[in-house]
């Protein structure tokens, strides 16, 4: 018998062609399946109490079950790190089987009204008839219940003692120190160190010592030359397939008078993916059962010492989960040849074996569930949808993840998690693109862990032999989207977001409780971040946040929306990201410039510099200026920063009364990259706050002003400077005086804080001729009864 070691999950696949050749027997045997179906749950409507609903008898209302001409054996594991757990899927009996399903749709329809609730947008009530068919399996007179046929041979003293030998670090520092010379020598070594101690240790002394020291010989493996797998072959080679395995424990128990038998079987390891399930046409695997006490228990340790990487090389490590292992939760990847080394109450057969979902050992360690598809290996489009729904229940503790793939790529935008964190329950959508048999995986981590990825814990195939119409796609979502209460409200039923023809930005529409604040990110294909390529503010009038994203270029990037609560301080966590496509990108490209809230609060909007996170610098000049329209109850201010300090008189904000619009002029005093800040407040408020930042680069400055000094009834009058504009003026010379000054009962300035003669304003204009002095010129206006003036305008001496 040639045998393996276990297989990590870069598993391989069914190739397109030969997916192809098997669809048509599948397409046949999905509709006997779907026709039972649909009888059984005719049947149920009457108790449940749901919508009258149909089922017809389409091939893809039910995916198919590929079975390619394959017959690779087949013992090699999906690489998993594990250790022992009780808990395991019970699977219905015949007689029960009926009652359990109504029992089940009922649950499950109370489960998933979390999701109506919370008002999911493609998640209905229609989800509840979903489920129903999908815990729905294929009528089949041969499934039983898997139950251990001595579920006290695991009791918890049992699995103390167990776990107590897997964990004790003088038993491996021992063993690892070993170096027999001959089978005779290993065997008085562990007579040796385990005299006095329990039966159940000197079979883990057994167990680790092949796990340390035999190598699974994987080119013999895949070359089909097996070499001599002898006990005493094994030993000196240090080399064996799973026969090699096997036979040296079986030898080792042997020499100790340990009870042992070996067992010749089927395996869902390497290969079962490419194979299919009905390719068990010979025995692909050895494996042992032993005695301890009154009970037998079984171990593998071929699967115990390693697995074989994506390149097919052998990479050992300790799975320990494979050393005394549950039988119910052993029979769902390896199949005794002979049915009482099941070592279940009631023996299943192999039809049975090869419909049972593929779980890995990661599967029972998290305590994992699976609400539906229940006891099928293979998941199926839900009837009249584009997707595939895979239900699974979690402790709290643990983060379930999933990968989706046709031919080893990863179906893009074909998969998603909605998490119902009140009841632990995932659920799992996946929407093909293609044709094609489909690799759908299930991980499982610790979240107290952190660790980047999952341990594989759960294996089902999609088979898709027609496209389904109106395919839906997926972005990507964290598990925060669904704490947080986050629904998107465009784009809908799609990942990918398209920027072309001509357009500047794509946009993305969010509603969020409250408590919640936004913001967001624009990645190109290199992972780097676009500079001012994103705007995520919060529209009062809708309720709604708006998330614009500007591409700088053709090409592919990623959209990003963070988020969080706002009285948390901390750092924003992702919530959903898109792809997006940018083609026909204008040759200036939109960039946004930094706005805060309150810009779209007081619905400000940007006349100038349109579409442009910077302002340019014109040739020659001395300052720059922008123009922002408001509404009639909101004024503006503005400052100029250098290095994040204030450029002082750098800055003045007027009204130009004939646009209807804010100016604001900006004069730098030297060459390098300035930040230009706009403020704005209602009129009512006393402070105003910061709403808009662009970015201004000088690289060449002949003659730099400041500007006059600005007092806030200037602002509040809504005034504006014609001439001067430079606030820096000359000694003893003459100038002309041109100000807006709107309302006043009267205009008037001080030369070097003297009054001069009144004159010069005719309302709203203020126009007169001066001599300076040597200090300053201060203009100032007077307002309806108030007989003091204030100042509006200083201009100081040079």
């Known amino acids: 018998m040639g045998c393996g070691v276990s297989k990590s999950h870069f598993h391989k696949v069914i190739s397109p062609k030969k997916a192809s050749d098997c669809s048509a027997r599948n397409a046949v045997h999905n509709q006997t399946d779907h026709s039972e179906s649909t009888a059984l749950i005719n049947n149920l409507q009457n108790t449940i109490d749901q919508s009258v609903f149909t089922v017809s008898n389409d091939p893809l209302s039910v995916s198919a079950q590929a079975s390619p001409n394959e017959t690779t054996t087949n013992h090699l594991s999906p690489r998993i790190n594990s250790a022992t757990s009780n808990n395991h899927s019970v699977l219905a009996d015949s007689n029960g089987r009926y009652q359990q399903q109504i029992d089940s749709a009922t649950s499950n329809r109370n489960t998933l009204s979390f999701f109506n609730e919370n008002n999911q947008s493609d998640i209905t009530n229609m989800l509840e008839i979903e489920t129903l068919i999908n815990v729905l399996p294929a009528v089949d007179s041969d499934y039983v219940e898997i139950i251990n046929a001595d579920p006290e041979g695991f009791n918890d003293l049992f699995l103390k003692q167990r776990q107590d030998a897997i964990d004790n670090s003088s038993y491996r520092r021992t063993i690892e120190s ?27 002394m057994i167990f680790y010592w092949i796990a340390c020291n035999i190598e699974y010989d994987a080119v013999s493996f895949l070359n089909n030359n097996i070499q001599d797998q002898s006990a005493e072959s094994v030993f000196r080679t240090r080399k064996g397939v799973c026969a090699g395995f096997s036979r040296l424990y079986k030898s080792l128990c042997d020499q100790l008078a340990l009870k042992c038998e070996e067992i010749s079987g089927y395996a869902k390891g390497y290969g079962f993916a490419v194979r299919e399930e009905t390719a068990f046409l010979k025995t692909d695997h050895a494996w042992n059962v032993v005695e301890i006490g ?72 998290f305590n994992l569930e699976i609400v539906s598809p229940r006891h099928q290996a293979h998941a199926t489009l839900v009837h009249g949808k584009s997707h595939a729904l895979i239900l699974i229940r979690a402790p709290s503790d643990i983060d379930v993840s999933t990968t989706f793939e046709l031919y080893e790529n990863e179906v893009d935008g074909g998969s998603r998690i909605i998490f119902d964190k009140s009841k632990q329950l995932y659920c799992c959508y996946f929407s093909p693109a293609s044709i094609g048999r489909h690799k759908i995986d299930i991980f499982a981590k610790r979240i107290e862990l952190d660790t980047k990825s999952g341990k594989q814990a759960l294996s089902f195939t999609l088979n898709i032999v027609e496209l389904p119409l109106n395919r839906v796609s997926y972005p990507t979502t964290s598990k925060e989207f669904y704490d947080l209460n986050i629904k998107i409200i465009s784009p809908l039923n799609t990942h990918l977001i398209k920027v072309c023809d001509g357009a500047t930005y794509g946009s993305i529409i969010i509603r969020a409780p409250s408590d919640v604040e936004l913001s967001g990110g624009l990645d190109n294909s290199s992972g780097e971040r676009v500079m001012n390529g994103c705007q995520v503010y919060y529209d009062q009038r809708k309720s709604l946040w708006k998330c614009k994203f500007a591409p700088n270029r053709n ?78 109850d909101v004024q503006l201010s503005c400052a100029i920063h250098y290095n994040d300090v204030v450029v002082e008189n750098g800055a003045l904000a007027e009204f130009d009364s004939d646009k209807r619009l804010w100016q604001l002029l900006f004069a730098p005093q030297c060459i390098g990259q300035h930040e230009l800040i706009v403020f704005a407040n209602r009129y009512s408020e006393s402070n105003s706050k910061c709403a808009l930042k662009f970015d201004l680069n000088i690289t060449q400055l002949k003659q730099p002003i400041k500007f006059p000094t600005i007092y806030p009834s200037f602002q509040v009058i809504k005034g504006r400077i014609y001439e001067p504009i430079n606030g820096l003026i000359k000694k003893d010379t003459t100038i002309s005086i041109h100000c807006f000054i709107p309302g006043a ?48 305008i200083k201009y100081n001496v040079q």
């Open 294 to 365: 009154r009970y037998w228990y079984p171990l593998d340790a071929t699967w115990g010492t390693g697995h074989l990487n994506e390149q097919d090389i052998f990479n050992r490590e300790l799975d320990t989960f494979y050393f005394l292992t549950r039988p119910d939760q052993l029979i769902y990847s390896h199949l005794p040849e002979n049915d009482k080394w099941q070592l279940l109450r009631q023996p299943i057969k192999m039809t049975q074996y090869t419909q049972m979902p593929t779980v890995h050992p990661a599967y029972f360690i």
């Open 745 to 792: 009962k009267d205009v008037n300035l001080t030369i070097d804080s003297k009054w001069a003669n009144g004159g010069g304003y005719e309302d709203p204009f203020y126009k007169r001729t001066v001599t300076v002095g040597s200090k300053e010129v201060t203009i100032y206006a007077k307002y309806g009864e108030d007989f003091s003036y204030q100042a509006l």
């Open 555 to 632: 090409g592919l990037y990623k959209a990003y929306i963070f988020g969080k609560k706002k009285a948390n301080t901390g750092n924003y966590s992702h919530l959903v990201s898109f792809k997006t496509e940018a083609s026909q990108i204008p040759a200036t490209p939109l960039s946004f410039p930094k706005t805060w809230q309150v810009f779209h609060d007081l619905n400000l909007e940007i006349e100038v510099p349109k579409n442009c996170s910077t302002v340019i610098w014109p040739t020659d000049a001395s300052y720059v200026e922008s123009f922002i329209q408001t509404p009639d």
């Open 178 to 204: 070993w170096h027999p010379e001959s089978l005779h020598q290993l065997v008085e070594f562990i007579r040796d160190i385990s005299k006095d101690k329990l039966l159940l240790d000197r079979h883990w």
